[in-house]
Nanobody
Framework: QVQLVESGGGLVQAGGSLRLSCAASGRTFSRSPMGWFRQAPGKEREFVAAISWSGGNTYYADSVKGRFTISRDNAKNTVYLQMNGLKPDDTAVYYC?????????????????????WGQGTQVTVFA
């Protein structure tokens, strides 16, 4: 059974940092694009960041560009999201996602439909 398990969320003061991890099990995603999305209370889930299977290409939402960094360790079947300069607006449940296939046009990294597997989410709360 394929599982994506997020960890690293928590409560942090504005300006602080957190590092989220997403560990995959049940199959390897070393050849799969992976991404992070988030959902704030009362809002729809939105794209945060994504990374190609090799790690050579990364994509970010404008709202996190320059503050968040996505990376992956294919040997560990894990993707990370380093979040610096956190703001109260970053408060949300953060979800990890993985695609079943390798190929993905760059235009589609930002879309939920591109991903086949999802984690249960980890809460990030940023207070002023």
């Amino acid at each position: 059974q394929v599982q994506l398990v997020e960890s690293g969320g928590g409560l942090v003061q504005a300006g602080g940092s957190l590092r989220l991890s997403c560990a995959a099990s049940g199959r390897t995603f070393s050849r799969s694009p992976m991404g992070w999305f988030r959902q704030a209370p009362g809002k729809e889930r939105e794209f945060v960041a994504a990374i190609s299977w090799s790690g050579g290409n990364t994509y970010y939402a404008d709202s996190v560009k320059g503050r968040f960094t996505i990376s992956r360790d294919n040997a560990k079947n894990t993707v990370y999201l380093q979040m610096n300069g956190l703001k109260p607006d970053d408060t949300a449940v953060y979800y990890c996602a993985a695609r079943d296939r390798t190929f993905l046009s760059s235009n589609y990294y930002y879309t939920e439909n591109a991903y086949d597997y999802w984690g249960q989410g980890t809460q990030v709360t940023v207070f002023a």
